[in-house]
C-alpha cells in the first residue's frame, strides 16, 4: 500500500514547498493540495515543486468543475504534468457547496452528470482533441489546447454517493474515498465501483482506491477524539444518505447530531458522537492501533493511504511531526 498525505497552501508558501519536500524524503508516495476556500492557488502552488522534487507524485485534490472551467483545469492539469515529468494526479469532486460555490455564483446541480462530462472533455483536451460540449455548470465550444501533454493525467474522482462510485468504476482513473475506515463499508463502496467497471468493460483493479483519512498517532487517544469529535461529526453529517445509514446515522441521528452542532464550540455529546462512531471515520491511537486499522483497510481494497489532519486538530498535534512519526512508525510496517 501507498503512503500519500493531503496540505492545503497556507500564506506560508515557503514552509508548504519544505514540508512536501521534506515527505519525499521520509518516504511518502503522493501529496495532493485541496482547491478549497480561498488560498493560494493549488496549481500555482505546485508548480515550482514540479521542478524541484524527483519522486513524489503531487495531485491536486480536488478541484471542481463548477468554480474552475473544465478546459482552465486541463491548461493547468497539462502544464502540471509537462512540469512533473507524467507526476501529476488530477482529482475531481462536487467541491465546497455553501463556502465556494454558492459564494462565486455557481448553478446548483447535480453533481454527477456535470462531472462526468468535465472527465470526458477534460481527457479529450489533454488528448489534443477538440471539444464541444453544453452543460448547466460550463460550456465548451470548439475548444483545442494549443501546446501538446506529453504525459497521461490520471484523473481521480472523489465522491460519497454510490452513484458516484459508479462512475467512477465506469470513467476514473482513481477513486478518492473520504473519511470512512470500516471494512464493511469500503467493501460495499468497492462492490458499487466493480458494477460500474464492469458496466463499461473494465476491471475493477484499473482504479485506484484512494482511502483519506484523518489520521493521527498519539498516546492520548481519548483527549485527541474528544478535542475533533465536532469535526467529525460535522463531515459524517455532510456524506450522502446512503452512506450514512451504511455508518449508523439515520435521519433522526443527523437532525440530532446538527442541533448539537448549532451551538458554537461546546463539546459535543460522546454518547451522540460515540467513540465507536467516531472510529468508523478516522484514525487516531498509537502507532500500533495504527498499523492495526491500516492493515485491515489494505485487506479491503485500499491502494493508497493518505492523511488528513483537520485544522481543529492544529491545537494538539503538529501537522509535520504527525507525518514524520507516520513515516517512521507506521509505514516500515507496510514496505
Not at 502544464?79 to 457547496?97: P, Y
Not at 504525459?151 to 482513481?174: C, N, Q, S, W
Request: glycine content about 10%; some cysteine; proline content about 4%.
Amino acid at each position: 500500500m501507498e503512503f500519500a498525505f493531503g496540505l492545503v497552501p497556507t500564506s506560508d508558501l515557503e514552509g508548504f514547498a519544505r514540508l512536501i519536500g521534506q515527505a519525499e524524503g521520509w518516504g511518502f508516495d503522493a501529496a495532493y493540495v485541496p482547491d478549497q476556500g480561498f488560498h493560494p492557488d493549488p496549481f500555482v502552488a505546485l508548480a515550482s515543486l514540479a521542478t524541484t522534487l524527483s519522486r513524489i507524485r503531487l495531485g491536486v485534490a480536488v478541484t471542481n468543475p463548477y468554480t474552475r472551467h473544465p478546459v482552465q483545469i486541463a491548461r493547468a492539469a497539462g502544464a502540471l504534468a509537462n512540469l512533473s515529468d507524467g507526476r501529476f494526479i488530477l482529482g475531481l469532486g462536487a467541491g465546497e457547496v455553501g463556502g465556494l460555490r454558492d459564494r462565486l455564483g455557481a448553478v446548483r446541480t447535480p453533481f454527477l452528470p456535470i462531472v462526468e462530462t468535465a472527465i470526458g472533455a477534460i481527457r479529450d483536451l489533454l488528448a489534443g482533441r477538440e471539444v464541444s460540449v453544453e452543460t448547466p455548470a460550463f460550456a465548451i465550444r470548439n475548444v483545442r489546447l494549443e501546446f501538446e501533454v506529453g504525459h497521461r493525467v490520471p484523473i481521480y474522482l472523489a465522491t460519497t454517493a454510490f452513484e458516484g462510485f459508479k462512475l467512477a468504476g465506469r470513467m476514473a482513473d482513481g477513486l478518492i474515498l473520504a473519511d470512512i475506515t470500516d471494512p464493511d463499508a469500503i467493501d460495499a463502496c468497492l462492490k458499487a465501483v466493480a458494477q460500474g467497471a464492469a458496466e463499461a468493460g473494465r476491471s475493477a483493479d484499473d482504479v485506484t482506491v484512494v482511502t483519506w483519512i484523518t489520521t493521527i498517532v498519539t498516546d492520548d487517544a481519548t483527549r485527541t477524539r474528544d478535542h475533533l469529535r465536532r469535526i467529525m461529526a460535522m463531515t459524517v453529517c455532510a456524506f450522502h444518505r446512503d452512506l450514512r445509514a451504511m455508518m449508523g446515522v439515520d435521519e433522526d441521528h443527523r437532525t440530532r447530531l446538527l442541533e448539537a452542532l448549532k451551538h458554537g464550540r461546546a463539546a459535543l455529546d460522546p454518547d451522540l458522537f460515540p467513540d465507536e462512531l467516531f472510529d468508523r471515520v478516522g484514525i487516531v491511537g498509537n502507532a500500533g492501533h495504527c498499523i492495526e486499522r491500516l492493515r485491515a483497510i489494505e485487506a479491503s481494497g485500499g491502494d493508497q493511504y493518505a492523511i488528513r489532519m483537520p485544522a481543529a486538530a492544529a491545537a494538539l498535534v503538529d501537522y509535520g511531526a504527525n507525518l514524520l512519526t507516520i513515516a517512521e512508525r507506521v509505514i516500515p510496517d507496510f514496505r
